[in-house]
Nanobody
Framework: QVHVVESGGGLMQAGGSLRLSCTSSRRTLMHSAIAWFRQAPQKAREFVAGINWHGGNVSYVESVKGRFTISRDDAQNTVFLQMDRLKPEDTAVYYC?????????????WGKGTLVTVSS
């Protein structure tokens, strides 16, 4: 079973930046399409951004377009989410998992996530 680990969250003022990292217990990210998700308090988990195996196909939820950038470094077995111009509504726990655009019925176990808190 693959175990993912998310890191890089923290407390940031609105307008600031954070970079999240997603890695796995085995070198499996380099063979997989990966997505970032987030779950705000009392809300359902939502897709934020996804990237395919080669990095040439990326997708973002409308609310983060132009502010967030997903990328991957297969040599490091890591997928990143660069978050710029943060807004209070970006406050959530962020998770990574298989990209549902490519894996409609399969996902890994969810990690613990990393908390992002944006103050106004």
């Amino acid at each position: 079973q693959v175990h993912v680990v998310e890191s890089g969250g923290g407390l940031m003022q609105a307008g600031g930046s954070l970079r999240l990292s997603c890695t796995s217990s085995r070198r499996t990210l380099m063979h997989s399409a990966i997505a970032w998700f987030r779950q705000a308090p009392q809300k359902a988990r939502e897709f934020v951004a996804g990237i395919n195996w080669h990095g040439g196909n990326v997708s973002y939820v409308e609310s983060v377009k132009g502010r967030f950038t997903i990328s991957r470094d297969d040599a490091q077995n890591t997928v990143f989410l660069q978050m710029d111009r943060l807004k209070p509504e970006d406050t959530a726990v962020y998770y990574c998992n298989l990209d549902p655009r490519f894996y409609r019925t399969h996902s890994w176990d969810w990690g613990k996530g990393t908390l992002v808190t944006v103050s106004s």
